[in-house]
């Protein structure tokens, strides 16, 4: 039998740093399911101290996910410690992941801390953790560019302090693969207790190598990897865990280890994360991307006609896509509705909700002929997401002519108070953000603008994504309509709500 390969999802805090990717609680915990139904083994569900909502987000993903070990980050601190410990009372498994940085750069410039003082923090910090729960990570920050000598030292220490894994992090993408798993070899082999722990690796992207790091450090004896759901984090992105899976699902000819990760819900958790954040899927991008398993060119396609394995590594189910798409039509029932979205990984917390949703699915079956598993999440999004919102939009009106100013009119109800605004600029969705804008009273500028088609057709739903800046913040919103100048209010909108819902965060580094 092969080794069990952890996986270690850090999409919830480490994939929220992204700018704008800034999750609710309830949010944080629909993905939680998700990644729970997937076999997840460990989910840093956040930075407990980080604020009040990041606390209340651990807390709730640790009370409502019961198969996966939830996780919280916590700073080498005492105060870190107790309110991850606190956080995470809820848990049927519970880890603290605790992290102080190693390298002399960060030492010298960061903490201003000596290697003596470093090693005494984090012993202090692992047996802290451990008045908590006897599964204790231990990460020595920026371990890609420390020296080996001091990391052999603090890892040997924290070890010994309880630490039961421990964890390299190539925390600004510095490393090249085949000196990032030398690396992890050299500390499995010379680290005298190195067996009384899980070694594992955390890569960042910065120069598109996490997925790359992270395969070499396995191949030299990483059994936990940690990563993100599309690749999520801040700066370039973590290591994609779709890409990280599958690499060493298909290739068990190189890997003597393996995951339990059921691969069928790859697909829905990787949508149900770009809804919430708006980070959208390139179409390119491996396992889940539109194009991941198309074939345009006629040798390519003539080959798979013939034998799928021509040109196809991997079968497009065994990660959740579906090859007949048509799933539900305006005669579709509200049963047939619930089992479909239950395939898909959506769950509902209450009758109203699901019922919600159905009125949406049954509004959109009368405007579109053929509806899509794409169709169906990006409407319940849509639906969980304006149920906590205080901005909505009631109605809109745009007016436009060739040669002429274009003319908008929303209707917007505010804390259920209705309020009307007209603009008229140059253009459609101008005129409607300038007067949506009008009715709130804080300063907002539009940084990004996207447009996206959900599925094929002229009658697809589109898509659109904005990021909204506001006193130094940014959001993302998420809009999605037939009509694309109404999906664009709604992206608005929902940025808008995120900001005013918004609570200040503390970068788990600082």
């Known amino acids: 039998m092969p080794d069990k390969l952890i996986i270690f999802d850090t999409t919830l805090r480490d994939g929220e740093q992204s700018p704008g990717a800034s999750m609710t609680k309830d949010e944080k915990v629909r993905i939680a399911k ?37 996780c919280s980050l916590a700073r080498a601190l005492d105060k870190d410690i107790d309110r991850a410990g606190e956080a995470l009372k809820g848990a049927n498994s519970a880890r ?23 090693v005494e923090q984090a012993v202090r910090s692992v047996k802290r953790a451990r008045q908590y729960t006897d599964n204790v990570e231990f990460s020595p920050e920026d371990a890609g ?76 004896g990483a059994r936990q990897v940690e990563c993100t759901i599309n690749g999520l984090g801040e700066r370039a992105g973590n290591t994609s865990l779709e890409e990280l899976v599958m690499a060493v699902r298909t290739r068990q000819d190189v890997f003597d280890c393996d995951t339990d990760i059921d691969t069928t819900h790859i697909l829905a958790a990787s949508r149900l994360v770009s809804s919430v954040t708006g980070f959208i899927v390139q179409p390119n991008k491996a396992i889940v991307g539109a194009n991941a398993f198309a074939h345009e060119a006629g040798i390519h396609q003539d080959g798979v006609l013939k034998h799928r394995e021509t040109y196809e590594i991997m079968r497009a189910e065994d990660v959740g896509w579906n090859a007949n798409k048509l799933v539900m039509g305006k005669h579709s029932g509200r049963n047939a509705f619930k089992v479909r979205l239950t395939e898909l990984g959506v769950e509902f917390d209450s009758e109203e909700s699901l019922n919600d949703a159905f009125r949406r699915f049954k509004e959109l079956a009368d405007k579109k002929h053929e509806i899509f598993d794409e169709d169906l999440q990006a409407l319940v999004s849509e639906t969980q997401t304006e149920a906590s919102e205080s901005i909505k939009l009631v109605s809109l009106k745009v007016c436009t002519e060739t040669g002429e100013e274009n003319t908008a009119t929303v209707v917007l109800s505010v804390d259920d108070k209705e309020q009307t605004a007209t603009a008229k600029t140059s253009g459609a969705v101008d005129a409607t953000f300038s007067a949506i804008s009008s009715l709130v009273d804080f300063e907002i500028n539009l940084q990004l603008y996207s447009v996206s088609n959900v599925t094929q057709g002229t009658d697809a739903l589109g898509e659109v994504n904005v990021r909204l800046e506001h006193d130094g913040r940014i959001i993302n919103g998420q809009g999605a309509d037939t009509d694309i100048i109404t999906a664009s209010a709604k992206a608005y909108i929902h940025g808008l709500n995120k900001i005013m819902a918004a609570t200040d965060r503390a970068h788990p580094q600082v």
């Open 145 to 220: 560019r420390s020296d080996e000598d001091f990391l052999c030292r603090v890892i040997e220490a924290t070890i010994d302090a309880g630490a039961t894994t421990i964890n390299i992090p190539d925390t600004v993408g510095y490393n090249i693969p085949h000196q990032f798993g030398a690396t992890m070899k050299s500390l499995i082999e010379r680290i005298p207790n190195s067996d009384k722990a899980i070694f594992s690796a955390h890569c960042h992207n910065d120069l598109g190598l996490a997925v790359a790091n992270s395969l070499s450090a396995v191949l030299n």
């Open 34 to 70: 998700v990644l729970e139904k997937m076999k997840i083994d460990v989910i840093e569900a956040g930075f407990a101290i980080a604020s009040v909502g990041d606390f209340e987000a651990v807390q709730a993903v640790a009370n409502a996910v019961k198969d996966s070990t939830i």
């Open 96 to 118: 603290i992941h605790t992290f102080i940085a190693t390298s002399d750069i960060h030492m010298k410039m960061k903490l201003n801390m000596t290697p003596d003082q470093v």
